[in-house]
């Protein structure tokens, strides 16, 4: 079973990282933010073991647990680091290269305390995300329309995202060479904020059911 769930876990760190490529590949930042989601949809629809995924419905509805978590964060930094590994060896990382530096550069310049709270205004976002796309028929405008805006919105904002740091540094590390010191404290920061804002935004949903009753979840 956890094999199966890193292998999960491997697929949505690669829709996430080719949803980064794509807000990369687009010059203009407003536009590019518009089709990042491309990559959260792959996750709904086709995986689920995406680590700001299982942050929130572990305490909103108990489904996931630390095992879980860990497993979505290795497979999805395996995933994120297949993809820029891949790109790196084609065209299109001179595609992307101007655009990626500055971003990349930002986060590893960031402090400990920055990283950490525009980790957990992210995981606000992604978290509402995944519990409206939760409570929706796959597929359907609602689930859609939610999804977008919320991560159109984060992506917008700049805030930090564990499995997009994952890929965007290791994309910045081929293309670039950075210090693994750096990178390690981007890693460290950005993961205690997702993981404090999606436990935070899953636990305040369990108890007050702020978007009406998920499946497998009972007021406390």
């Known amino acids: 079973m956890m094999k199966e769930k890193l292998f999960s876990g491997v697929m949505a760190g690669a829709y996430i990282a ?12 407003t536009v590019g ?17 995406l680590f700001t995924r299982v942050c929130p419905l572990s305490a909103a509805t108990g489904e996931y647990g630390m095992k879980d978590m860990a497993a979505a964060w ?38 400990p305390l920055s990283l950490f709270v525009m980790g957990v205004f992210c995981a606000v976002f992604v978290s509402y995300a995944v519990l409206l796309g939760k409570k929706h028929k796959s597929g359907s405008f609602a689930q859609i329309f939610y999804v977008w805006l919320l991560i159109t919105a984060f ?7 564990i499995v997009a740091n994952m ?3 290791a994309a910045y590390s081929w293309a670039f060479g950075a210090d693994w010191l750096m990178i390690c404290k981007v890693l460290f920061f950005v993961t205690a904020g997702n993981v404090a804002g999606g436990l ?3 636990f305040l949903e369990k108890k007050y059911m702020v978007t009406e009753k998920l499946p497998g979840m009972t007021k406390m």
Not at 34 to 49: D, E, P
């Open 18 to 29: 080719l949803g980064a490529m794509t807000y990369l590949s687009v010059p203009n930042s």
């Open 200 to 202: 935070l935004i899953g």
């Open 74 to 111: 290795i497979g999805n930094g395996l995933g994120a680091g297949i993809v820029a590994t891949a790109a790196h060896f084609c065209r299109f990382e001179g595609k992307i290269a101007e655009k990626l530096a500055p971003v990349a550069e930002g986060k590893l310049a960031d402090g």
């Open 167 to 169: 890929y965007y540094l």
């Open 155 to 161: 992506v917008f904002g700049g805030y930090d995202h």
């Open 33 to 49: 933010a518009l089709f990042f989601a491309a990559g959260i949809f792959l996750v709904f629809n086709f995986s689920n073991m």
